[in-house]
C-alpha cells in the first residue's frame, strides 16, 4: 500500500525578472489572474487533491505570500460589519489551517532542485507533491489529484507531461520514453532543456510532480545541469530504474504565467470561465482586432 500524499512543495524564491516592475515589490507569484493570486490556485489545487501540509520555499521579499493563508482579522472585522458576507466566507475559505504552512528559505537561487533540496527536512520519508506556481492548470480535476490518482495505481514517481512542438523542448524537462500506454508513459531517461535535435522525445514536463522522497538523497550532491543550476530533472533521472517512474498526460490547460503571453491568456481564459465577466469580456474583445 503507498504512502499517502499529505504533502506539498511550492517553490516561490523566484525573482520573477520577466514582469519588472511589477514584481519589483510584489512577488509574481501574487499576481491575479482575474482576481485570485496565482499561489491562491496552486494551493486550491492541493487541497483538492487532499494535500494538507504546505511548505514554501521562499526567499527575499516574499513573506506576504504567507499572509495570503493567514486569518485577517481586522479585514474580517470590517467586513462583518459592513455585511459583506459572501467576500467574509470566501477569505475565510482560503486561510489554512493553523500549523500546515511552514516556509523554508532558499537563499541563493541556485536552481529548482536546490529550492526542492531546501525543502528536505519538510519532506521527511514520505512521497510529495511539487507544483510551481507560475504554471497555472484549468482542468475540471485538479490536475495535482490527477497525478495523486496515478502515484497510487502506479506505486511511484509521476510526472505532469505534454507534447510540445519540437522547436520549443529547449524550454523544459523532456522524458526519454520507455513505453507509451496513452494515459500514462513510463520513463526510462529524463533531460533537462535538450537542444530540439538531441531531445529524446517532445512529451514535456511541466510544473506538477508527485514524488518520492529518495529523489533528496540525490540533489543533495548538487550536482550542476542545464544553465549550470542544479536541476530537479537530474535528480529525478536518477531514481529512474530502481523505483516506478511515469510520465501522466493529464486532462485539462496549461498557462504558462511565467510569460507575459500565457498570463495575458490565462486572465482572458479564466474570466471567460466567469458567469458574471464572461458576457463583458466578449462585448470588448472585437473591439482589439
Ligand atoms: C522548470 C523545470 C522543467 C519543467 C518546467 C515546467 O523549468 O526545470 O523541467 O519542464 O519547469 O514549467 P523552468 O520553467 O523553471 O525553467
Not at 516592475?21 to 494551493?43: C, G
Not at 524550454?171 to 520507455?178: E, M, P, Q, S, T
Amino acid at each position: 500500500m503507498p504512502k499517502p500524499l499529505r504533502k506539498a512543495v511550492m517553490p516561490v524564491a523566484g525573482l520573477g525578472t520577466r514582469f519588472l516592475p511589477a514584481t519589483k515589490t510584489v512577488a509574481k507569484e501574487l499576481l491575479p489572474v482575474v482576481d485570485r493570486p496565482l499561489i491562491q490556485y496552486a494551493v486550491d489545487e492541493a487541497r483538492a487533491a487532499g494535500i494538507e501540509q504546505f511548505c514554501f520555499v521562499t526567499g527575499r521579499g516574499k513573506t506576504a505570500i504567507v499572509e495570503q493563508f493567514d486569518l485577517a482579522f481586522e479585514l474580517e472585522a470590517t467586513l462583518r460589519e459592513r455585511g459583506k458576507e459572501k467576500e467574509l466566507a470566501e477569505l475565510q475559505a482560503q486561510a489554512l489551517p493553523p500549523g500546515s504552512v511552514l516556509t523554508t528559505r532558499q537563499q541563493v537561487p541556485m536552481g529548482l532542485g536546490h529550492a526542492i533540496w531546501c525543502a528536505r527536512h519538510f519532506i521527511g520519508d514520505e512521497p510529495f507533491a511539487i507544483l510551481l506556481p507560475d504554471d497555472l492548470m484549468m482542468c475540471d480535476v485538479s490536475c495535482t489529484k490527477q497525478l495523486a490518482d496515478a502515484y497510487l495505481e502506479t506505486g511511484g514517481n509521476v510526472v505532469a507531461i505534454e507534447e510540445v512542438p519540437m522547436e520549443r523542448v529547449s524550454k523544459y524537462g523532456v522524458l526519454d520514453i520507455a513505453e507509451d500506454k496513452g494515459r500514462l508513459v513510463s520513463v526510462k531517461g529524463l533531460v533537462e532543456k535538450p537542444r530540439p535535435e538531441v531531445a529524446p522525445s517532445n512529451l514535456t514536463i511541466i510544473g506538477r510532480y508527485v514524488l518520492m522522497p529518495e529523489v533528496i538523497g540525490h540533489l543533495a550532491k548538487h550536482e550542476k545541469g542545464a544553465g549550470g543550476e542544479i536541476q530537479l530533472t537530474d535528480g529525478m533521472a536518477k531514481l529512474i530504474g530502481s523505483q516506478p517512474f511515469h510520465g501522466l498526460r493529464y486532462e485539462g490547460r496549461r498557462f504558462d504565467c511565467g510569460d507575459k503571453l500565457g498570463f495575458l491568456e490565462a486572465q482572458l481564459a479564466f474570466a471567460l470561465q466567469r458567469p458574471e465577466l464572461a458576457e463583458g469580456v466578449r462585448a470588448f474583445l472585437p473591439n482589439y482586432r
